[in-house]
């Protein structure tokens, strides 16, 4: 325990990490898939496993520019020996002749290795006049020579299903002569925002209102989670409104997301809708910024409620629902990257919620991690999220933290940056 610690939570409230697990078992991958070309399978996700029916390389090819030869060639008891040009090999069109002793053929990266020639030596250490070549001695029979299964051999598995498929990827199945792919089909996922204080940015605000600032967040986050997203605009505090707004999401989307009124004791119609439309379970999550947070099903879709605070809602997407559309897009779950680093400055905090409070990551003079907290962490100002690159992540049984004090760090991924 810290040595800041004190006692915990009261029990009512869940661990954000088990509570990850219970929502994630509540949710499978979807069923569907298409093939697509390698040139529209960027940020897909692949739904079989690949196996390369290649070689690779196909051939023994050459690392560098230089000559090929043949190492018995060289004399031993020299550090140089000359030898007679016969001929050229690129990429693309190789040497067709035949190999004769003590000779060599100019060769280009990339292009075969000829028959009988087994060792490249780079050109900057050769020396070359007229037809006949001085060859500095390479290290050894092979060298910078790539030689054919090098890196693969044909039927050795590639990439498994539930990888998504970047640039890295793209670029190893065009190396094994791939054209099309099979992968889930995208999600798609519905979202609105609730309340008639909601206006739509541009326009002149009333007293007592407010920019819909939640849905363009969540519209971002679902951009960078990959999915497709229909945005049902702003839906007014009338209840047949709300109803009518969560059958039409639930008819067009894999998941309904809402954020706002999902906490216990909220005066407005979203939660009376919910436990009418669908089956919907509340809970209250020991996290900071968050706690009140809804999930279960409106027909066959998923429901997702996010608190209507606006860090309060990234947070909580970022921790529970982005894990949730993984595991709905079939991805492979990966566990978050986890840094130790030095607190500049003292952190504030009241024990009973884990806190993740954005921070700053940076290096220092001597090579060291350090995290600066963002300022004020209140979950409506927004501004500190856009300000961090990180989540400072604070014990649920933790109190105030000292400067200088080691906390964990958890640097935002792709999803938030």
Same mark, same amino acid.
């Given at each position: 325990m810290s040595p800041h610690a004190t006692p915990s939570a009261p029990p009512s409230l869940l661990h954000?990490?088990?509570?990850i697990a219970l929502l994630l078992a509540k949710v499978s991958p979807v069923a569907d898939t298409e093939v697509v070309l390698l040139s529209d399978a960027f940020d897909r996700v692949l739904a079989e496993d690949l196996a390369s029916h290649i070689d690779l390389p196909p051939f023994d090819n050459s690392s560098m520019d230089g000559y090929a030869l043949r190492f018995a060639d060289l004399e031993p008891t020299q550090q140089q020996s000359r030898l007679q040009l016969i001929g050229n090999a690129f990429a693309g069109h190789g040497f067709t002749g035949k190999a004769r002793p003590h000779s060599c053929v100019r060769i280009m990266t990339g292009a075969p290795?000829?028959?009988?020639y087994d060792t490249v030596q780079m050109?900057?250490?050769?020396?070359?006049?007229?037809?006949w070549i001085t060859i500095n001695h390479p290290k050894g029979?092979?060298?910078?020579?790539r030689r054919r299964g090098e890196e693969l051999h044909q039927g050795t598995k590639v990439l498994k299903a539930g990888t998504q498929i970047g640039a890295a990827e793209l670029g190893v199945l065009a190396t094994i002569g791939?054209?099309?792919v099979r992968v889930y089909r995208r999600l798609k996922v519905a979202f609105f925002s609730t309340g008639d204080e909601l206006r739509p940015v541009g326009s002149e605000l009333a007293p007592g209102q407010i920019y819909d600032s939640n849905r363009y967040a969540i519209q971002g986050l679902l951009r960078r989670a990959g999915v497709e997203s229909l945005d049902l605009g702003v839906i007014a505090d009338d209840p047949e409104a709300i109803r009518h707004a969560f059958r039409t999401a639930a008819s067009q989307a894999d998941m309904v997301l809402t954020s706002g009124g999902v906490s216990v004791g909220d005066a407005d119609f979203t939660k009376?809708?919910?436990?009418?439309?669908?089956?919907?379970? =509340?809970? &209250? @999550?020991?996290i900071k910024p968050g706690k009140p947070f809804a999930m279960g099903r409106i027909g066959k879709a998923v429901f997702c409620g996010l608190p209507g605070n606006p860090v309060s809602s990234m947070v909580t =997407?970022? &921790? @529970?629902?982005?894990?949730?559309?993984n595991k709905m897009q079939g991805l492979t779950p990966t566990a978050p990257l986890l840094v130790n680093a030095s607190l500049t400055t003292p952190v504030r905090k009241h024990p009973g919620r884990v806190e993740y409070q954005r921070g700053i990551l940076t290096r220092n003079a001597q090579g060291e991690l350090e995290v600066a907290i963002t300022g004020s962490q209140g979950s409506g100002m927004l501004t500190s999220m856009s300000l961090a690159n990180c989540f400072v992540i604070l014990a649920q049984e933790q109190g105030d933290t000292p400067a200088g004090a080691t906390v964990t760090v958890e640097p935002f991924n792709s999803v938030l940056c």
């Open positions: 954000p990490d088990q509570a290795v000829p028959a009988g050109q900057e250490e050769t020396h070359a006049q007229g037809e029979v092979g060298a910078n020579v791939i054209s099309q009376q809708i919910l436990e009418e439309e669908g089956q919907i379970d =509340f809970w &209250k @999550l020991a =997407f970022y &921790k @529970l629902v982005w894990p949730i559309l």
